[in-house]
């Protein structure tokens, strides 16, 4: 029997498997999946995880119930590519084709004290533990969040409303909010944090964290808790791979998301170098690919010369609990329609996915 290798249970390995089981994996072949978690997280629901605003069941879903996938639950310590072999624990998993999803984790910048004093949403496990810091924080007590990008800036709403009695700042390092994005779109959540006491400072350069402590520029501020929002990376185990990489530490792919020296060895999601930044989507519609060209190696069919362009729609975010902002399709959508299509989004991938 022959074996492809799933490591990672995230959005780019879940569109596989719905894409190839049941039917279009070979009779000849197992399906394995490797995780260190038991359900798929929901990772771009953490932050609410975080703020206490949903539970640990509504941000994971069960992987798909097949009998043709083998499950082993672990941490990766070892990808050989040469011998085609991948380690957990004590156990060795064999393989002959490989898809590398195992996502990202913060990036700290060399900033120091960011990585021991600042907490994360990049898991489901430090998010959780991120919840049981802030729940714990007495009345009056402050949160800064550094970074104002999707996740720090949904965080930050939803903490607003879950935990009114803290003070919530938010780190911008550019001059707005969503610098990159239509100003119609910065000053709408510019707006939504000042109404509702969030403060948001641009211009920041988180330059060290300390217990209680975070200096921006250099000087020093008191704050009782951070949550840092600021960047990512690929997982360590990846980083270290024998293959090209580039400057974020992403793989690189040829068109077809192999690896060009390894090319029973593909990569989806966080861990890819791809022309748009990483997301949910992306790595779906990346998904889509890899199991068409899956698909077509084991039917003994070419490939296409040239693969589709890989497309995204946009991004949608939520304010609290009924505004949100998107930016769909080169449009700004702004308030409780935004809300309403975001939670539109999520429904239907957990209705898709069981």
Not at 2 to 23: A, C, E, F, T, W
Not at 122 to 133: G, I, P, V
Not at 202 to 209: E, G, M, Q, T
Not at 295 to 308: A, I, S, T, V
Request: proline share 5%; with cysteine.
């Amino acid at each position: 029997m022959k074996n492809l290798v799933l490591l990672g249970g995230g959005y780019g390995n879940m569109r596989i498997m719905s894409r190839i089981l049941p039917d279009a994996l070979p009779q000849d072949y197992t399906l394995t999946l490797i995780d260190r978690m038991p359900f798929h997280g929901l990772k771009p629901e953490f932050y609410a995880l975080a703020a206490g605003t949903k539970s640990d069941t509504d941000v994971r879903m069960n992987f798909p119930d097949s009998d043709r996938i083998n499950t082993i639950y672990g941490e990766i310590n070892d990808i050989d590519l040469e011998s085609q072999i991948v380690s957990v624990g004590n156990t060795k998993v064999d393989y002959d084709e490989l898809v590398i999803g195992l996502g990202c984790e913060d990036k700290y910048h060399n900033v120091p004290g960011a990585e021991e004093y600042t907490h994360s949403i990049q898991t489901l496990s430090k998010a959780r533990k991120t919840f049981h810091s802030i729940s714990e924080l007495p009345k009056g007590a402050s949160v800064g969040i550094v970074g104002a990008g999707l996740s720090g800036i949904e965080l930050a709403s939803e903490l607003r409303e879950s935990r009114e009695d803290l003070e919530v700042i938010l780190y911008d390092r550019g001059e707005r909010i969503l610098r990159n994005f239509p100003e119609k779109l910065s000053n709408y959540i510019a707006k939504w944090f000042r109404e509702n006491n969030v403060k948001v400072v641009p211009n920041s350069l988180i330059d060290k964290v300390e217990p209680g402590k975070i200096y921006n520029g250099g000087t020093p501020e008191d704050v009782d808790l951070v949550v840092w929002t600021a960047g990512i990376q690929p997982v360590e185990i990846v980083r270290n791979l024998p293959i090209d990489i580039n400057r974020s530490g992403r793989v690189i792919i040829n068109q077809y998301h192999q690896v060009p020296t390894y090319r029973n060895v593909y990569v989806v999601g966080d861990c890819a170098d791809l022309p748009h930044a990483p997301s949910a989507q992306l790595a779906e519609v990346q998904g889509d690919q890899i199991a068409d060209v899956l698909k077509k190696q084991w039917n003994n069919e070419p490939l296409p010369e040239k693969m589709p362009e890989l497309k995204v729609q946009g991004f949608l975010g939520s304010l609290g609990e009924k505004k949100g902002f998107a930016y769909i399709m080169d449009r700004t959508v702004t308030g409780r329609l935004a809300h309403i299509l975001k939670s539109g989004v999520l429904w239907l991938y957990k209705y898709h996915n069981g």
